[in-house]
Structures are given as C-alpha cells and as structure tokens.
C-alpha cells in the first residue's frame, strides 16, 4: 500500500471535518473522513461499525451540532474525532475504522 494525497491541510477547517472517496488499487471505491485538530488530522473509513452505512446525509456534515463529536446522521450515534470511539447510540463501545495517516509538507496523505 502506498500513501496517497488526499489535499492540502490548510484545505481543512481546524476542528472540522470533511469527505473524502478515493479509488483503490482493485478498482474498488472507498470513502474516509477527515478530521483536523491543529497541525494533526485523524482520519476513518466512513462507515459505522453497527450497520457500514455512511455517516453523513449531507456532503462534509460529520460533527454533532457542538462540532465535538462525529455523528451519524441516521441514528445519532457519537464518536470522538480522536479515536473514533463511539460513545453513545447503537455501537456504543465500538469504533470507526483509523486509516493511518499523515501531514507531510503541508498534505495530508493516507495509506490506502
Ligand atoms: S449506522 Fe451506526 S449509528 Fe447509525
């Protein structure tokens, strides 16, 4: 697996998230989330672990109205952008799947 540029960091608002889909190696398509805290980004496959729905309705609308937590959209469920724990709704305990990242010269790259 490579490491793949998804955008530039200063594309992301601090504290926001956005989507991102990218096709893969086999073809296949596949959607992240990412997320920035400063000069960091956590980044996730967007799909619950409950169901493997996406999180969003709307494009880039991830966070709970606070901008505290991710949200699913469907049910509500919270998970927190730094580690993808799902502390309240359906997958209570469960986690987003990370995709391990990183920032380099100013891009935010993801190995997929
Ligand atoms: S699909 Fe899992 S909380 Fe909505």
């Given at each position: ?23 893969l ?11 920035r ?13 409950h169901?493997?729905i ?8 991830f966070l ?44 935010v790259?993801?190995?997929?």
């Amino acid at each position: 697996m490579n490491m793949r540029r998804l955008c530039s960091l200063n594309e992301l608002r601090d504290r926001g998230a956005r989507g991102f889909e990218l096709s893969l190696p086999d073809g296949t398509k596949a959607s992240f989330i990412v997320v920035r805290d400063g000069d960091a980004v956590y980044v996730y496959h967007n799909r619950c672990p409950h169901t493997g729905i996406n999180l969003e309705w709307q494009p880039d609308q991830f966070l709970d109205p606070d901008g505290a937590f991710l949200q699913c959209a469907t049910h509500g469920a919270l998970f927190r952008p730094e580690d993808g724990y799902c502390v309240r709704g359906p997958c209570a305990g469960d986690r987003l799947q990370a995709v391990p990242a990183a920032v380099i010269d100013g891009e935010v790259a993801i190995r997929a």
